[in-house]
């Protein structure tokens, strides 16, 4: 990680530069702003670490211009008192974050070591999108969240591989769509994407659809049929909802992914096949195990790579974006030229809770741009205020859970933001929004 550190004082220049170098990091400096944007002309830097206030240019502008010619450096801004509004400011245009002076250096380390992660997730969810077919219907996989980001950059990561997959999450999550997406960016995705749902059949009939049958396996069974396993031959085979699949079947699914070989139902001759096996769940299978309804030797063979999809709730940055993708579909399907959200909309969207998620969202958007009688969805549109998950008494127990939660880790961490944002998996600027939020003040020791 190549490191511009940017500041018109020597001694701070010196005191971060030393810091960072015996951390094992490539470090240039720049005393000036205008310095800096020279050196950025033919040298590119992964992390500029830049001084607020400096004479002739100041640091906002350094990273405007400097932005332009590399939009994908990353930004940490040093303020000293009475600058923080301009700081936030930086960060509205582009800045990664910020720090205060003086410099608390093992937390710059950390929110470096972030800066960093986050510059890899974002590199490998480029690489993923360019890969995935113009055809593929890329809205279904939006990633504006830190969650989402991280799930696209595990995808890019697994889909070369032959690994099992097993992706968990609330029902209407898109669990599917990330199964598709591993294989339409995978080794195999020249060959089939077969989906079955281990919920939708009985276990006679599940087992035949699997493995297939022989004609006069059973009453009825008047001609051969070839299972979703002989179907899937070189592709992948997704098998939905796998925590309802039957011990039965379990115990044969075990066998098969020991050797991929099997036999049709009512059949002698061991079939081989090679398929990638994804499967997908929305509940807890280690639970299931416990309660002795779930295999765990084949839940160790279905788990090689976990993917774990964050319910709608718990991304919110999605919800725009998402809903703006499918206000284009249903545009096109019903003709209409809906253009968006009133504020009063889009603010009914982020109090709601989504208890069925994504699925539900374009059920909700669906329904708002058929019954829409102006350009602009309006509240009255948005028929969620019965819905279950929206009542305000319930909206209020949630917001004091997360508040003791939080209370808790700043308590832990001896109110370091940057260690207490990272155990929580937000942004440092979400958490300082979380405190003022819920008013949460540090404990007298």
Not at 51 to 74: C, H, N
């Amino acid at each position: 990680m190549h490191i511009l550190i940017v500041d018109d004082e020597q001694a701070q220049r010196d005191l971060l530069a030393g810091y960072l170098k015996k951390r094992g990091y490539t470090v240039s400096i720049a005393a000036s702003g205008k310095e800096a944007i020279e050196l950025n002309r033919t040298t590119g830097f992964d992390l500029v670490i830049l001084d607020l206030k400096m004479p002739e240019i100041d640091g906002i502008e350094t990273m405007s211009r400097m932005r332009k010619v590399d939009p994908q450096a990353f930004f940490i801004i040093l303020t000293g008192y009475g600058t923080v509004e301009s700081a936030v400011e930086a960060m509205k245009i582009g800045a990664y974050d910020y720090l205060g002076k003086p410099i608390n250096l093992d937390e710059l380390e950390m929110l470096i070591e972030r800066a960093h992660e986050d510059q890899n997730t974002k590199r490998e969810v480029e690489l993923l999108r360019q890969e995935i077919d113009e055809e593929y219907e890329t809205g279904s996989v939006i990633a504006e969240s830190r969650k989402m980001r991280e799930v696209l950059a595990m995808i890019a990561r697994v889909a070369k591989s032959d690994s099992t997959v097993l992706i968990q999450g609330e029902s209407g999550t898109g669990k599917e769509v990330v199964a598709r997406l591993i294989h339409k960016t995978g080794l195999r995705k020249s060959c089939r994407f077969i989906p079955i749902s281990c919920a939708a059949l009985p276990e006679t009939l599940l087992e035949s659809e699997l493995f297939g049958y022989e004609r006069g396996a059973f009453t009825g069974a008047e001609k051969r049929k070839i299972g979703k396993f002989e179907l899937a031959d070189k592709g992948t085979l997704f098998l939905d909802e796998i925590g309802d699949l039957p011990l039965t079947i379990q115990v044969k699914l075990l066998r098969v992914l020991q050797e991929f070989t099997f036999e049709r139902l009512g059949g002698t001759a061991m079939i081989k096949v090679n398929v990638r096996l994804i499967s997908a769940t929305n509940q807890d299978l280690h639970q299931k195990v416990s309660e002795g309804r779930f295999r765990e030797d084949l839940l160790y063979r279905l788990n090689v790579i976990t993917i774990d999809l964050a319910p709608l709730r718990e991304r919110k940055e999605d919800i725009r974006p998402l809903a703006e993708h499918f206000i284009h579909k249903f545009n096109n399907k019903c003709n209409k030229t809906i253009k968006g959200f009133s504020k009063e909309s889009f603010e009914k969207l982020l109090r709601y809770r989504w208890p069925g998620n994504i699925r539900e969202l374009e059920n909700v958007i669906e329904r708002a741009v058929v019954l829409c009688r102006s350009d602009m969805i309006a509240a009255r549109d948005l028929p969620l205020e019965t819905s279950a998950g929206s009542a305000p008494e319930e909206r209020e127990a949630l917001r004091d859970v997360e508040a003791a939660h939080i209370q808790r880790l700043l308590e832990q961490t001896d109110w370091n933001l940057s260690e207490t944002a990272k155990k929580l998996g937000i942004h440092r600027n979400t958490l300082r929004m979380k405190i003022k939020e819920y008013d949460l003040k540090r404990e007298d020791k």
